[in-house]
């Protein structure tokens, strides 16, 4: 049975400016938060588009998954929106699929970040995926602080 869990998280940063954080995630988590993310390797597309497949492989601080790949399947300029589908990884022994969309819209001075997912479990033993909700809320909120510092840098 398919579920969703849902997160909205202000941040700082103006909302063109977090959007374009999150279209670079390939090569700023990795280099921005070494013990979550050891690497990102884009396998197919650029890393962005649609059709785009990476590779992710966590750190140490990274709960439940060692890595993971991604699709890109849907990216929205104009409404600051992505969405990407795990199609390989430790995560797929858990849920049968997993589905995550971003979206990015003004709020004040700042920005709201939508985070969803829509999952089905591999098994009713299975919890839902907070610990995922909240590593995501964790990466919003230093994917903040590091655009500030950036910027004063």
């Excluded at 709960?63 to 199609?87: C, F, H, M, Q």
Aim: proline residues 4%; negative net charge.
């Amino acid at each position: 049975m398919a579920s969703k869990l849902e997160v909205d998280v202000e941040v700082k940063c103006n909302a063109d400016k977090y959007w374009e954080i999150i279209k670079d995630s390939n090569k700023i988590l990795p280099k921005a938060f070494p013990n979550q993310y050891k690497s990102i390797k884009v396998l197919e597309g650029d890393g962005k588009s649609v059709g785009s497949v990476r590779h992710i492989t966590y750190g140490e601080g990274s709960p439940l998954v060692t890595e993971s790949e991604e699709r890109v399947d849907i990216v929205d300029e104009a409404g600051k929106k992505v969405s990407y589908s795990v199609i390989g990884g430790d995560l797929l022994k858990y849920y049968k699929h997993f589905k995550a969309t971003l979206v990015i819209t003004p709020k004040g001075d700042g920005s709201s970040v939508k985070w969803t997912c829509d999952y089905e479990k591999a098994s009713e033993e299975i919890p839902d995926p907070t610990i995922i909700k909240e590593f995501a809320v964790k990466n919003f909120l230093e994917m903040d602080d590091y655009s500030h510092k950036t910027m004063q840098a």
